[in-house]
């Protein structure tokens, strides 16, 4: 089963930049998640899609990210503009939320950095 | 009082110690309970996930307590292999999201 696929690995770019980040999940999980992970905390969740509606985005920083997952399938997490504190570790993950082990499966992420 | 709360440690133990870790939760209609490690600058991977009543995975125990709504996760004959930091998830089901504790971190010492 080939696993959750992100793109870019890394990524640099200066404050008020824009940047945007790809996700596509296992095939057949109809629920999607990013996470932003800062240094030293725990995955915060920033928006999760049931299919191709949202489920909670009450963690996304409105003014300047926005997600979007067309057709239930792939994922883009965009920021604009960029701040310093969105420097982290971009992770998405999937599920099927079936069964009693289902679990959520995770990308290697997006280790974003703001200079 | 926030939905998922890990003590983040360090745990610092020596090879062979038992451990033990707790996680409490706030949300009284949660529904399923997941352990997940990860590895310094890596992505969090499945450990187990935690049924009600209880359930044993090698030298990794993981059990649920609905009535103080805590989970843990108890590591015997710890090996060095097991230095990480241990995240646990609460997911209420449905169209209720998903929360990851901040982690503790275990530190195995020779």
């Known amino acids: 089963e080939a696993g959750v696929a992100q793109s870019p690995r890394y990524k640099i770019i200066e404050k008020r930049q824009s940047v945007a980040f790809w996700c596509n999940p296992i095939s057949g999980h109809a629920t999607l998640y990013w996470y932003q992970q800062i240094l030293g905390q725990g995955p915060k969740l920033l928006i999760q899609?049931?299919?191709?509606?949202?489920?909670?985005d009450s963690q996304l920083p409105k003014d300047r990210f926005s997600a979007e997952r067309l057709k239930g399938v792939d994922s883009t997490l965009k920021i604009q503009p960029a701040k310093l504190e969105d420097s982290a570790v971009y992770l998405c993950?999937?599920?099927?939320?079936?069964?009693?082990?289902?679990?959520?499966?995770f990308g290697s992420g997006t280790r974003l950095t703001v200079v | 009082r926030k939905e998922v709360e890990q003590d983040p440690g360090p745990f610092n133990v020596p090879e062979g110690a038992t451990v033990a870790f707790n996680c409490t939760y706030s949300n009284s209609a949660s529904q399923s309970f997941f352990w997940y490690r990860q590895d310094c600058r890596k992505e969090p991977k499945l450990l187990m996930s935690?049924?009600?009543s209880g359930n044993e995975d090698g030298r990794f125990t993981a059990q649920l307590n609905r009535a103080s709504q805590y989970i843990s996760l108890l590591i015997r004959d710890s090996k060095l292999s097991d230095s990480a930091t241990y995240l646990c998830?609460?997911?209420?089901?449905?169209?209720?999201?998903?929360?990851f504790g901040t982690g503790t971190k275990l530190q195995v010492i020779p």
């Open positions: 899609f049931q299919n191709n509606g949202v489920v909670d």
């Open positions: 993950a999937s599920s099927d939320r079936q069964g009693i082990d289902y679990g959520y499966t």
């Open positions: 935690v049924y009600s």
């Open positions: 998830v609460v997911d209420s089901g449905g169209y209720q999201k998903v929360t």
